[in-house]
């Protein structure tokens, strides 16, 4: 059996790689491991070995302390890799099968997931509908920042590459599959981003970057994208987008600026709850603002898409209020102004499929938008530091050597 090693949360500010267990067709007792899943028998699983898996932003809520994450929990949710052994149950997938792993866990057989809502399955976290590998209140699914990883209902679960020599060629482009690419066209999509709209996206970090290169294989006309690093500023030009730096003052004014209107068809908060101020308050955070921010520039009878994250147990927030995910926002202008929202998990089943055939025929650079930077294994708790810091790229993890040749 081959030895394993992945990222490791020690606590706040701190990651290691370390030993663990190679995967087996049971989910054991563990760090976040739910009771009611210890024990859990999985001969629908396969046996991954991970050929490229990504730094989320939502990882660094955890490591930064502001989630209820326990200490020895493996970390890592965005999967692509290479299928080395199913289980008996498994009819379709095969070894040597390069697949993406949705970040969503689902079981395919609920009524959630019969409905196309698999961020929400019913059967593989007993805490709450939803699950996700490596993430805190998630059922306690190993993470896959590792060389080796195991993922349940596999024939439904995973999406195969059709060529693997044509795959490995855009895999930096294809390990965006697993969440942020989906995760940014779910926020466009369900912003109502079209043909000749308007946009504006909060927050230029990789899933906004992602939606800002969703917006325009969208066909948006404007995309204005928002943030406080200038580095991360300057990506989202690298590609056409229109910037705004929210720590000069009031979005409005600086979107009336661009677009001769305060306001935009379109939104999407692509930042979530550890949002900061704009204008004097850009250094002081502030987990409500954004949100009164996009329903305060969206027009009348627009939507606006919510793919940042937002917790329900926050022991680093300022209030106590906002550490039971209970914030200042103003509904009733989002009321007054007929806005649609669309808020939770992206469900990365309803649109991976459509947006690998994108990368494949050359219909999108999200890997060069996004700024994917290679790292090795071991260098990977170097690179949650650099990426805590506002670091403008998308760092992906290379276990086992196998992105050597690849580039943006």
């Known amino acids: 059996m081959p030895a394993n090693r992945a990222v490791v949360y020690r606590g706040p500010g701190h990651v290691e790689v370390e030993s663990v267990e190679y995967p087996t067709f049971e989910l054991k007792d563990g760090p976040g ?29 955890m490591v930064r302390g502001r989630t209820t994450a326990p200490e020895g929990l493996a970390l890592g949710h965005e999967i692509t890799g290479e299928v080395v052994e199913t289980g008996r149950d498994v009819e379709f997938v095969k070894a040597g099968d390069l697949v993406s792993v949705p970040f969503n866990i689902a079981c395919g ?9 698999t961020g929400v399955c019913l ?14 209140d998630m059922g306690g699914w190993v993470g896959g920042q590792a060389e080796y990883a195991l993922v349940p209902y596999a024939d439904w679960n995973l999406l195969t590459f059709p060529d693997r020599d044509r795959a490995m060629a855009k ?37 906004g970057l992602a939606a800002a290169t969703s917006a325009f294989l969208l066909g948006a006309s404007v995309v204005i994208v928002a943030d406080l690093q200038q ?20 979005p409005a004014e600086q979107i009336a600026q661009v677009l001769g209107e305060p ?28 949100l009164n921010t996009v329903m305060n520039v969206t027009r009348a009878g627009g939507a606006v898409g919510i793919p940042g994250l937002y917790v329900t147990g926050d022991p680093g927030a300022g209030d106590e209020a906002a550490k039971i995910g209970s914030l200042s926002i103003r509904l009733g202008l989002g009321w ?7 808020t939770g998990q992206c469900p990365v089943m ?33 690179g949650y530091t650099e990426f805590d810091r506002g670091a403008a790229r998308k760092y992906v993890i290379d276990p086992h050597g196998m992105l050597g040749s690849a580039s943006v």
């Open 33 to 61: 491991v739910n009771p009611a899943n210890v024990g859990r028998q999985l001969p629908h699983a396969a046996i991954l070995k991970v050929v490229a898996t990504n730094i989320c932003g939502s990882d660094q809520h």
């Open 171 to 207: 895999i930096l482009d294809l390990a965006m599959l697993a969440d942020i690419f989906p995760t940014g066209f779910h926020g466009c999509v369900t912003a109502g981003v079209q043909p000749g709209t308007s946009v504006y996206i909060a927050g230029a970090g990789p899933v």
């Open 263 to 290: 306001e935009v068809d379109c939104a999407v908060d692509a930042v979530g709850f550890e949002a900061r101020g704009h204008g004097a308050d850009a250094q002081t955070e502030r987990p409500a603002t954004v």
């Open 109 to 117: 057989r609920c009524r959630n997931c019969k409905e196309g809502k």
């Open 350 to 382: 309803k649109y991976n499929r459509y947006l690998m055939e994108a990368i494949l025929h050359d219909r999108t650079p999200i890997a060069r938008n996004v700024n994917a930077t290679v790292i090795p294994l071991d260098r990977a708790p170097e």
């Open 231 to 250: 580095d991360r500023l300057a990506q989202a030009r690298s590609f056409g987008c229109e910037t705004i730096d929210v720590a000069q003052g009031d």
């Open 123 to 136: 059967n593989v976290n007993p805490d709450r509908p939803g699950s996700a590998y490596g993430y805190v």
């Open 336 to 342: 007054a102004k007929s806005l649609s929202f669309t």
